[in-house]
């Protein structure tokens, strides 16, 4: 049954827009064979005189006038108030965002997440360039540059050297690219999960064809407290696992052969809680896609 509301609506529809239409000359409509075609009149009495002219025709009453009308989008018109609200808001969804240049990367991250340390610009040796945190989600994003030398170098450096280069190879080469991506989680983990007793296992990664662009993916694994028993009887210890997403870069001054002590690792970690890649898995994608070489 139809509401005594839906009636007055559908009156003040008629009432608001039939004027319109006579202002605005369209053409009426009416029924033809089961469907609804325009008549082209240009003036009201020429309209009139169609309509009733034509025996195969139905005038366009108040009730086919409501059935018409009443399911046309109604447009929303905006004052010059309204107008400068949006427009701040739209300003405001963009500074929600904010840009980082770290050495050689650049990337994108939301505003409401903390930065920790941010050492871009200092001469660093060996260590973190740049880390924020989003708090709610527990999500982290790193910075961190590594410098590479040869072995005899690495030996006589107090940890000035973190990687060790290979002899008579390059790095990231097709002959050393497994040991390197491991050895690049183990120094991660070193630096990172050590005090949570975590490890890092790698899920997969790709190569640029330069050989100079590394893309990994991984899943670190941390105890966090207590047991449970599985499937067999066994008590095992209860874990959290974390999704980790990194780019790293192989940077050397022109010139310098490959071993020298001015090549160094850039990469950018992304890790956030397994289940958080599934709550908010597209703004994180969206934050590692931003992650780009400048």
Not at 158 to 175: A, D, M, Q, R, Y
Request: a positive charge; one cysteine or more.
């Amino acid at each position: 049954m139809i509401s005594l509301f839906s009636i007055l609506c559908s009156f003040w529809i008629t009432q608001s827009f039939l004027p319109i239409v006579d202002s605005l000359q369209v053409a009426p409509l009416k029924w033809r064979s089961g469907s609804l075609v325009s008549l082209n009149a240009r003036s009201s009495s020429d309209r009139n005189d169609v309509l009733s002219k034509s025996s195969s025709t139905w005038k366009l009453d108040r009730r086919s006038a409501i059935s018409v009308f009443g399911s046309l989008p109604i447009l929303a018109v905006f004052t010059p108030t309204e107008s400068k609200a949006l427009a701040a808001s739209e300003t405001k969804s963009k500074s929600e965002v904010t840009e980082y240049s770290i050495d050689e990367f650049s990337f994108t991250i939301p505003s409401s997440w903390k930065v920790t340390s941010n050492k871009n610009g200092q001469k660093l040796k060996s260590q973190k360039i740049f880390s924020a945190i989003d708090f709610q989600s527990g999500s982290v994003i790193t910075v961190v540059r590594e410098p590479a030398c040869s072995a005899q170098e690495y030996a006589q450096s107090l940890n000035s050297c973190s990687v060790v280069l290979p002899t008579g190879k390059e790095i990231f080469s097709e002959e050393t690219i497994a040991k390197d991506v491991t050895k690049l989680l183990i120094r991660h983990d070193d630096r990172d999960n050590t005090a949570l007793q975590g490890t890092t296992k790698l899920d997969r990664f790709d190569i640029s064809t330069d050989r100079k662009m590394l893309d990994l993916i991984a899943t670190t694994t941390i105890p966090s407290g207590g047991v449970y028993r599985d499937a067999m009887g066994i008590d095992r210890p209860n874990t959290i696992d974390r999704r980790v997403k990194a780019k790293s870069l192989l940077l050397s001054k022109s010139g310098d052969s490959s071993e020298s002590p001015s090549s160094s690792i850039l990469t950018v970690w992304l890790s956030a809680p397994l289940d958080e890649w599934g709550k908010m898995g597209t703004k994180l994608a969206q934050i590692y896609e931003t992650i780009q070489v400048v």
